[in-house]
């Protein structure tokens, strides 16, 4: 699987505590050989970001992203707490 970051995230990422930074490596790691792994809870969103997907980084922090070309990309769009995103 491809990934990719928009500018929104990346901002998001410098400005996330290290400890945060490490964890979502971690995560990314994860994710990229097995996208539906239990620890990222994988899960579709309603609102804000209906059609986007969340994988969890850690008890509170979300990254959000968005499958594109067929499923073959995911394209993430933001990272914060459950708070900062889904206010």
Same mark, same amino acid.
């Given at each position: 699987m491809l990934v990719k970051f *928009? &500018? &929104?995230f990346d901002k998001q990422y410098h400005k996330a505590p290290v400890k945060i930074q490490k964890a979502f490596s971690k995560r990314l790691n994860i994710f990229i050989r097995e996208q539906f792994h239990p620890l990222l809870n *994988? !899960? $579709?969103l309603k609102g804000k970001y209906e059609g986007g997907r969340?994988? *969890?980084?850690?008890g509170d922090?979300? $990254?959000v992203y968005q499958s594109v070309n067929q499923g073959t990309t995911a394209y993430f769009i $933001?990272? +914060?707490? !459950? +708070?900062q995103l889904y206010k």
């Open positions: *928009n &500018q &929104q *994988n !899960h $579709a969340s994988i *969890n980084i850690n922090w979300r $990254a $933001a990272l +914060g707490t !459950h +708070g």
